[in-house]
């Protein structure tokens, strides 16, 4: 009886698990932003969801990682009725702004406020860690 040589099988496996490695970063990040640096304690999330995650880049576009189009930038109603719909069928789904650290605090605000419109209580901030410097 002849065998099956798996031996191509794995060579396939291996090139298929580097290229998602390599791509699974590049798919998080999305709309270009700067954000800022916080040393606060990242939030616990017990659920395995997606967080809900409204962009504001450095001219104050907005953008959600909900729905279509999700490079480009949302209307303010389309913001509310997108994270409405979400929030209805998914109530424990994590809310979170991801803005560039230039972006002026009126427009953070503004986007925290048409979260609020679409039913968001509770919003959490994207932010990059602190980087510890040595004491001398």
């Given at each position: 009886m002849s065998e099956i040589n798996v031996v191509p099988y794995?060579?396939?496996m291996l090139v298929l698990l580097i290229i998602f490695m390599v791509t699974a970063p590049l798919l998080t990040q999305g709309i270009k932003v700067e954000l800022p640096k916080a040393g606060a304690e990242p939030i616990a999330d017990s659920s395995n969801q997606m967080p809900l995650i409204l962009s504001v880049d450095q001219?104050?576009?907005l953008f959600l990682n909900v729905g279509d189009n999700e490079d480009k930038p949302q209307?303010?109603?389309?913001?509310?009725d997108r994270t409405r719909a979400v929030l209805q069928s998914q109530p424990s789904?994590?809310?979170?702004v991801k803005a560039d650290r230039s972006v002026a605090y009126g427009n953070v605000v503004g986007a925290?406020?048409?979260?609020?419109q679409g039913g968001a209580?509770?919003?959490?901030?994207?932010?990059?860690?602190?980087?510890s410097?040595?004491?001398p």
């Open positions: 794995i060579d396939v001219s104050g576009n209307s303010s109603q389309t913001i509310i789904t994590m809310v979170l925290m406020v048409l979260l609020q209580k509770d919003i959490g901030f994207v932010t990059d860690p602190l980087e410097y040595p004491i």
